[in-house]
């Protein structure tokens, strides 16, 4: 399995990402964001990060970066694309993910560990019952995920919500996004569920610096469903 | 009821990095005859009548704006 | 691009003999000083050269009432790569790694705009560690605002947090620790104090010394404008009063964007071996990043002002040279290695372009290529005596009258409680105050992850990164550990003894997460050193933290001073915040202050002796800053601290905490708070009970063992002769936190008195 990891100007957890999947053994080279082609890559990540300083908006300038038509082709065909924290603001603004994500509800940037409960979702990158939690960090200003009313509902029906913000013992409240997003939402996925989005970083947690490995779960399942 | 209109922008001669990076990004786009973009901000305010165009200002130095580093212009929009 | 032509120099534009001098004394050089420009010069000088020559002199650049004193601290060891005098100090810290780290203060302008004034100071402190060719990994920041109850120190608290993680956070700099102080005594200059840690192999070693007679010398990031103009001396060499708030400059904006643009393509190129030299742009601009590398490399310089890309119509040779606009590198390039530069910076978006070359004839010039051909020359002066003319004062030193009357008074004077409903109350105050509260309202505005590296989140006792160069190279088992530490109140009541304690506190603090000290940065604050009597407190601190780091072994690698923190004449507490680094075999061998599991015998490492002056019990308690300053006996510290770390990096104890401000009772809570557990203990030391429990003697640790530790512990402390009480012993939760006969508080109440502080 060989993941590219795209690198935009201002990225800064390009490292982090490919440290995590060599990490566990898989392949992982980086891909300049100008250039534009991803033959000889299985899977695609869009690390966290803020490209061009995510000035103007979270996102909206990386989208027309050139790797970035070839990325669109690349999940058009149904390969399967992560993108964590920016990388997820790219795929919004890509238009890749339905939505948006906003400024955190308490305006601050936030770096803590969340817990997340897994929904019934078809999403290709994660392999866990329902109700499974993660504790997860996130780290981020503009996390707060909204969308329209016909887009929530069209997620509902598709299963492609993948993760919701809950308590460490998995009852999912109002108040445990600390972000302020939307029906709690922590992660989409596309119809197909090639395409995931989240925010937060799941690469953090791989190689058990800090303590946890919970991180590993959300890059294994792609990797089996390759092999 | 009054309404004004408040832009609020950078100093000249304040360094403007996200009107840079956006100047920058639309050229890249092909948008070569892009001279100059500055990002600022807009702000809608309503007031009761008999709050002074004295207190808007106020309202600006104090908050809206940071004279240090911005100017505003205060509009106000005729009913 | 064109070559930079060599000037033709026939006429100097020279100032007019009479407006020379007035000039040069609104530039803030004084009459001697002026005399000596023209004596250096041996001539009037022209105005770019005045511009130039008053921000070298400056306090700023040139230390001209520190050096003297500086020279007492050591910068000698076997791991010293780089000491003091170069952008930051570097540590060798084995297996070929080697770890750059400098903490530097951005006070003043912080002061009148806290957001850019605190990211600019991540962003100046995070260049000069790149500049050596290091990849910045950690940052911390050592503050101090008034208190909390003005509104302008809520903004000015607000505006610095926000300031801090917006650069580094954009960066993808972890910020990993750091300290926050509240005091009156900083209510007109609050302190923003930066340190920044980078990770190099050691071969990558590269230096702001320039070479090569005919080497293009390039200038790398963000265009030039008039940011910050006279920012150097302006701002950090003299007191805030009305006149200087009308004079202020031009505010400087950070762009950390561009900023993580030039961290890569710097370390790119470095890596691919094309720089000669390079060095950050800082205070005072082109003017001191070119003027150092031409005198530490005994070349000359020469710098065509034109080639500089400028985002301002119309300024003139002085402005660009002295502007402080950000993200700005200097290069000295070879020939053939030009095009390979431009080519990266073209590759990353960086500006580049090549403004001049390195010459041999030792002089600093600098030339305007728009003017007439025989009149480019705008400024022309020898780059040696331009950085070693500069003047150096011995200040006059006075010992203030305060001192005296402050130690002499006696808190038990205050007539304090010794009962258990009084006592609790006092201690759930204090876990709620400005200075002992979390700091997680802080932190959490801060990505203290990114980079894969950070092992301890912060809120511990010290940093813990590993090192290494996770999805680019190698990564090892060790660690580095980092502490910021001052109590400017200590300093205030006894200078010497205070910064004794500060450098003490460190080493406490590093033992506590298993880390050997290795080497010190540092920041001392003080206000208008031609004062004597701030001068005194200077002088004493400087002997208190020189002695204590050879004491401990620690060389001091590399530092900065800020003097005139000072508004309407009241200068701050003096605050030489010690930046310390330390090493781990293994970065996951450290211990944090919360306690792991009821049954665990709880240990006070040291002994409390009858200290609350200068404590925050009296303080917060008593509105009183008065009393004698703890203590320091740097021999139990050295002891002390040895033990500890042994026993963490053995993993002999469960949890470890310095006893610091709030004293032994707030140590023993904050380990309950952090663990979600409660305690039982008794202080049984004879000492009247606010004694016993707020004391603040130094050389003290909360420690928790289980029963088959405990059996080793005490034979080690017995052995290393030190002083020890067994406290009492890990509870569950919901028998809370007792002291007894003296402290009864639930753990609830603690944690939300402790949580919602700030």
């Known amino acids: 399995m060989r993941f590219g990891v795209v690198r935009f100007p201002g990225t800064n957890c390009e490292q982090d990402a490919v440290h995590a999947l060599r990490t566990m053994g898989f392949g992982a080279e980086y891909v300049w964001h100008q250039d534009s082609d991803l033959s000889g890559f299985d899977a695609v990540v869009l690390p966290g990060g803020f490209s061009y300083g995510d000035y103007l908006r979270s996102g909206a300038i990386a989208r027309f970066s050139p790797v970035m038509s070839e990325v669109v082709r690349f999940a058009e065909r149904g390969n399967p694309v992560i993108g964590i924290c920016n990388g997820f603001q790219v795929l919004t603004e890509a238009h890749l993910l339905p939505g948006a994500l906003i400024r955190n509800k308490n305006l601050k940037f936030l770096c803590q560990t969340v817990h997340l409960s897994v929904q019934d979702s078809v999403c290709q990158w994660l392999d866990a019952p329902k109700g499974t939690t993660f504790a997860i960090p996130i780290s981020h200003h503009d996390g707060n995920y909204v969308c329209s009313p016909e887009d929530y509902q069209a997620l509902c029906e598709g299963s492609q919500i993948v993760l919701r913000y809950c308590e460490p013992d998995g009852h999912i409240a109002p108040d445990s996004a600390p972000n302020g997003s939307f029906e709690n939402i922590a992660g989409i996925c596309n119809a197909t569920g090639n395409v995931f989005g989240l925010m937060p970083h799941p690469e953090r947690v791989v190689d058990g610096v800090s303590g946890s490995t919970q991180g590993r779960a959300f890059f294994e399942a792609i990797a089996q469903r390759f092999n | 009821m009054k309404n004004y209109k408040i832009v609020v922008t950078g100093k000249n001669g304040i360094f403007d990095p996200a009107g840079e990076t956006s100047k920058n990004a639309l050229r890249n786009l092909g948008y070569d005859g892009v001279e100059s973009l500055r990002i600022g901000k807009y702000v809608e305010l309503e007031t009761q009548d008999d709050v002074t165009g004295a207190q808007v200002e106020e309202m600006c130095e104090k908050l809206l704006a940071n004279p240090v580093i911005e100017d505003y212009r205060i509009e106000v929009v005729q009913p | ?758």
Request: charged share 20%.
């Open chain 3, 1 to 758: 691009m064109e070559s930079i032509k060599p000037p033709v120099c026939d006429k100097l534009d020279t100032l007019d003999p009479q407006l020379a001098p007035k000039i040069a004394s609104e530039l803030g050089l004084n009459e001697e000083e002026y005399r000596n420009v023209v004596h250096t010069q041996g001539r009037i000088p022209t105005l770019t050269e005045l511009y130039i020559y008053s921000l070298m002199w400056s306090e700023h650049c040139s230390y001209k009432h520190s050096r003297a004193q500086l020279r007492k601290f050591s910068s000698e060891g076997p791991q010293v790569l780089q000491g003091p005098g170069e952008n930051a100090g570097v540590i060798s810290v084995g297996d070929g790694w080697a770890a750059a780290f400098k903490m530097e203060s951005h006070n003043h302008p912080s002061a009148i705009e806290p957001y850019e004034g605190a990211a600019t100071g991540v962003g100046g402190i995070i260049r000069d560690i790149f500049t050596m060719g290091a990849r910045p990994i950690a940052s911390l920041n050592s503050l101090r605002f008034g208190t909390l109850d003005k509104p302008r120190q809520r903004y000015l608290l607000d505006g610095a947090v926000a300031g801090i993680g917006g650069y580094g956070n954009c960066l993808g700099v972890p910020t990993v620790g750091g300290e926050i102080y509240f005091d009156r005594a900083y209510e007109g200059n609050c302190l923003i104090n930066a340190f920044a840690l980078g990770l190099m192999r050691e071969e990558n070693l590269t230096r702001a010394v320039g070479s090569g007679p005919g080497n293009p010398v390039m200038l790398i990031g963000n265009s030039t404008g008039r940011d910050g103009i006279g920012g150097a001396s302006v701002l950090a060499s003299q007191e805030f009063d009305e006149a200087a708030e009308n004079k202020r400059p031009a505010v400087q904006v950070g762009d950390p964007f561009e900023e993580k643009l030039l961290i890569e393509v710097c370390l790119e190129l470095l890596e691919r071996g094309m720089f000669v030299a390079l060095g950050d742009l800082g205070a005072a601009g082109l003017t001191s990043s070119a003027s150092e590398m031409a005198s530490r490399g005994g070349v000359g310089i020469e710098i065509d002002v034109r080639k500089v890309p400028q985002r301002e119509a119309g300024m003139l040779p002085y402005e660009i040279m002295v502007s402080e606009s950000q993200e700005r590198m200097l290069a000295v390039v070879k020939p053939q290695d030009v095009a390979s530069v431009q080519e990266a910076c073209e590759r990353w978006g960086v500006g580049c372009s090549l403004i001049g070359r390195i010459t041999d004839t030792g002089r600093f010039v600098v030339i305007d290529s728009n003017l007439p051909q025989d009149r480019q020359v705008v400024a022309d002066m020898p780059a040696e005596q331009l950085a070693a003319d500069a003047p150096l004062y011995h200040p006059e030193s006075s010992r203030p009258a305060y001192l005296d009357e402050a130690a002499a008074f006696d808190p038990a004077s205050l007539g304090l409680p010794r009962d258990v409903g009084t006592l609790s109350a006092q201690l759930l105050t204090l876990l709620g105050s400005p200075n002992l509260c979390s700091r997680e309202w802080v932190w959490r505005q801060y990505d203290h992850q990114v980079q894969a590296s950070t092992a301890l989140l912060p809120g511990a006792d010290a940093a813990v990164v590993r090192v290494g160069a996770p999805g680019r190279g190698p990564i090892s088992q060790r660690g580095l550990a980092m502490t910021t530490d001052c109590n400017g109140r200590y300093c205030w009541l006894d200078p010497y003894r205070g910064a004794r304690i500060a450098v003490a506190e460190s080493v406490r603090n590093l033992a506590c997460v298993g880390a050997e000290p290795a080497a010190v940065t540092d920041c001392l604050n003080f206000g208008n050193p031609e004062k004597p009597e701030v001068f005194y407190t200077f002088e004493q601190a400087i002997d208190g933290m020189s002695e204590a780091c050879r004491y401990f072994g620690v060389p001091v690698v590399s530092g900065n001073v800020s003097f005139y923190n000072e508004s309407f004449g009241n200068a701050i507490y003096p605050t030489p915040t010690v930046g310390m680094v330390g090493l781990m075999d293994d970065f996951r061998r450290f211990a944090t202050p919360a306690f792991k599991k009821a049954g665990d015998t709880i240990f006070l490492i040291g002994e409390t002796a009858d200290e609350l002056g200068g404590s925050e019990y009296l303080s917060v308690l008593y509105d009183e800053v008065r009393g004698a300053c703890p203590a320091c006996d740097l021999e139990l510290e050295r002891d002390t601290s040895d033990l500890v770390r042994r026993a963490v990096a053995e993993g002999i104890l469960a949890s470890a905490h310095d006893v610091s401000e709030g004293g032994a009772a707030l140590a023993l809570a904050e380990c309950c708070i952090a663990g979600g557990l409660g305690a039982k203990a008794a202080f049984d030391d004879g000492l009247p009970a606010a004694a016993s429990l707020f004391s603040e003697t130094q050389a003290r640790f909360i420690v928790s063992v289980d029963d088959l530790a405990a059996t080793e512990l005490v034979s080690r402390l017995l052995e290393a002769n030190i002083p020890y009480a067994v406290v009492g012993e890990v509870v569950e939760p919901e028998e809370g936190i007792s002291i007894e006969g003296k402290i009864q508080v639930s753990l609830e109440e603690a944690t939300s008195a402790f949580k919602g502080g700030l």
